[in-house]
């Protein structure tokens, strides 16, 4: 897997606002935002043909190693979102995913966050030095540039 590309497009993924994502204050709970970008990221696989519980099966699971999140404006209870995700980069041994986290009808991201992964065999919690099958080909249709976010 090359060490230098473009990032891939932008896959979109809606969230609505519901009572229990939001703290007493009416606003989303820091935490919500997590599983949020965590189900952005299944989805994103999901879209190019790769079933996470598949990857699971194998043998594989893809744990976060580094996270960073910057917060810019809250959002509110009742408000639709859209997480967008893209691989940011990449090298032999980590995924990483930009997600910026929007509001409807705002033009700038309420969120910024970055998101590193590393495929580990789940039999011996060691990282993996290639990617399986069915990831390298998830990891590539991700970055073809025809694909459109």
Request: glycine share 6%; proline share 7%; charged share 20%.
């Amino acid at each position: 897997m090359s060490l230098t590309h473009q990032p891939s497009p932008w896959f979109d993924y809606p969230v609505r606002v519901h009572p229990h994502h939001t703290d007493y204050a009416g606003v989303v709970w820091h935490g919500s935002y997590l599983v949020w970008m965590e189900e952005a990221r299944i989805k994103m696989f999901r879209d190019v043909g790769l079933n996470y519980a598949d990857l699971v099966k194998l043998g594989c699971e893809l744990p976060v190693i580094n996270l960073s999140l910057r917060y810019r404006q809250a959002i509110k209870m009742g408000e639709v979102g859209t997480v967008k995700t893209r691989i940011a980069s990449l090298t032999q041994v980590q995924i990483c995913c930009d997600q910026h986290i929007y509001c409807e009808h705002h033009p700038k991201p309420y969120i910024l966050g970055q998101v590193t992964l590393v495929p580990v065999k789940l039999a011996t919690g060691r990282i993996l030095r290639q990617y399986p099958e069915p990831l390298q080909s998830a990891l590539t249709k991700l970055l073809a540039s025809e694909r459109r976010g």
